[in-house]
């Protein structure tokens, strides 16, 4: 059974489409996030939600919504795709809001053409 | 704010060498965890450790052990006797607590274990 699940693995795009990316967690966590890794493999946090509620807001474009459903689902949408939206992005979950360990999905490969 | 360096870009060994990858932390917290991660080629996330900052005794698991020293500011991880299966790239993180859980990381280390 997959902890954290990500749809698409793979997302090739053009510039300027709009595109989503979901998330969901099977480990009853309320805590979930979102991470991007750039071409230089650096990680760098993006959001974060705790039972549906936006915690975790790092500078990042306003074409980047996050949407949480429900506890177990972190969904991503991108507007207006640009060419350095380009990287892996990661999500992960966590249980509470203190510092535990954080399980990370299997990324989602975006390629913007 | 918080940083982590990992100034090891990369590093490459024979297979069975001990290798030690260092990581280097800056904070002002005085409660904090640390992570080691593993990245390996199929480019998975994988947690390795979770190290609290009132518990500087080493740790090790199997081939792999940590080295925890405040003083220094530093929590590195070391594998011995490495193996071809251990090469990925590694990522040290501190986590800072920003009404919830954030993890800072490092610019990771590429190991590569030749044959």
């Known amino acids: 059974d997959t902890a954290v699940s990500q749809t698409p693995k793979y997302l090739v795009t053009q510039m300027g489409n709009d595109k989503s990316i979901k998330c969901e967690q099977n480990l009853g966590h309320d805590t979930m996030y979102w991470y991007k890794q750039d071409s230089k493999k650096f990680l760098k946090i993006m959001f974060s939600?705790?039972?549906?509620?936006?915690?975790i807001n790092e500078t990042v474009p306003n074409r980047f919504s996050p949407k949480s459903p429900d506890k177990a689902h972190l969904n991503l949408h991108i507007n207006s795709l640009e060419l350095g939206d380009s990287a892996v992005y990661f999500c992960?979950?966590?249980?509470?809001?203190?510092?535990?360990?954080?399980?990370f999905g299997p990324g989602t490969r975006l390629t913007v053409l | 704010a918080q940083k982590v360096t990992q100034a090891q870009t990369e590093i490459s060994v024979v297979e069975k060498e001990d290798v030690t990858l260092d990581c280097v932390y800056e904070?002002?917290?005085?409660?904090?965890?640390l992570f080691w991660y593993k990245q390996p080629p199929s480019g998975e996330l994988v947690f390795l450790i979770r190290r609290n900052s009132f518990d500087e005794q080493n740790e090790i698991s199997g081939r792999y052990s940590w080295n925890f020293q405040k003083s220094t500011s530093s929590f590195n991880f070391t594998i011995t006797a490495s193996q071809v299966v251990d090469s990925a790239v590694y990522f040290c993180?501190?986590?800072?607590?920003?009404?919830?859980?954030?993890?800072?990381f490092g610019q990771g280390t590429r190991l590569t274990i030749n044959p």
């Open positions: 904070t002002r917290d005085t409660t904090y965890y």
């Open positions: 939600y705790n039972n549906k509620e936006l915690i």
């Open positions: 992960a979950s966590s249980q509470g809001l203190a510092i535990y360990e954080q399980f």
């Open positions: 993180a501190l986590s800072e607590f920003q009404g919830a859980q954030k993890l800072v």
